[in-house]
Nanobody, 126 residues
Framework: QVQLVESGGGLVQAGGSLRLSCAAS????????MGWFRQAPGKEREFVAA????????YYTDSVKGRFTISRDNAKNTVFLQMNSLKPEDTAVYYC???????????????????WGQGTQVTVSS
């Protein structure tokens, strides 16, 4: 079992920045691929970014490329999402997810992840 706890959300003006963190309870954090997803009101949960267990392979959805950066610190069992140049359309609840068997072919798929955090709200005002 893995427990994930997100933090770092909040209210920010357009153009601003936030840094989300996701702390994992599992000692073998380094074996987990990690993903960030978001869900806006009335919309389905969507992929934002992911990082492989090694940190070598990184993936982004097109709408955040060049603005968001995912990273991980295996010594601290934590994955981060640095969000810059935020836009009102980035407003959503952001979820951290983890899985130990996911591959590059499926890392963007919501239903492939076994473990989820409770989410943290990000609101970007115009």
């Amino acid at each position: 079992q893995v427990q994930l706890v997100e933090s770092g959300g909040g209210l920010v003006q357009a153009g601003g920045s936030l840094r989300l963190s996701c702390a994992a309870s599992r000692r073998t954090f380094s074996t987990l691929s990690m993903g960030w997803f978001r869900q806006a009101p009335g919309k389905e949960r969507e992929f934002v970014a992911a990082i492989s267990w090694s940190g070598i392979n990184i993936y982004y959805t097109d709408s955040v490329k060049g603005r968001f950066t995912i990273s991980r610190d295996n010594a601290k069992n934590t994955v981060f999402l640095q969000m810059n140049s935020l836009k009102p359309e980035d407003t959503a609840v952001y979820y951290c997810a983890a899985d130990e068997t996911i591959t590059g072919a499926t890392i963007r798929r919501v239903y492939e992840y076994d473990y989820w955090g409770q989410g943290t709200q990000v609101t970007v005002s115009s």
